[in-house]
């Protein structure tokens, strides 16, 4: 089975220095993501919100599914199967970054995608839940809570599928 060949510039196969950016950057990411979430956890109790705006509170929410919920209710067995699949996909992606770091777009994508999901894994084994905070709302209707590494796998997700997207514009569509 041949590599993938994502968008990004530079040589397609990481140096050190170049694997180790990238692993310092998804640390920082984990970091704040801890960090803001011990803040919410330290100052607020379950379903307390502060009001920020019309549109958005600050929200203690906790989230035993994963994304939107999704699974939430299902007894328990969830948590160590998304703890499972978190550290699956992080041991894929440092993979990914070792093979293809030198491609910008490409680490970048991987990059956020194994910081978020390295920083609800952590969620998930010490506490059993990821802890949410952001909540938008309009109308009566709120979008789930969410937090920092779930902004990160978001964002990290688009640029997967801009990098797609730039290479296939190349030229380089699929098995090229």
Known sequence: ?????????GPDRASGG???????IALALIVLDQVTKALIVANYQLFEATPITGFFNIVRA???????????????WQRWFFTIVGVVASVVIVWLLRRHGGQRLFGWALTLILG??????????????????LDFHAGG????AFNVADIAISVGAALLILDELLRMRRGGGAGS
Do not use: K
């Open 141 to 144: 209707w709120h979008f789930p």
């Open 1 to 9: 089975m041949a590599a993938p060949h994502p968008a990004g510039s």
């Open 116 to 133: 978020g999901a390295v920083g609800n894994v952590i969620d998930r084994v010490m506490h059993g839940y990821v802890v949410d905070f």
């Open 18 to 24: 170049q694997l180790m950016r990238w692993l310092a």
């Open 62 to 76: 906790h989230n035993t599914g994963a994304a939107f919920s999704f699974l939430a209710q299902a007894g328990g």
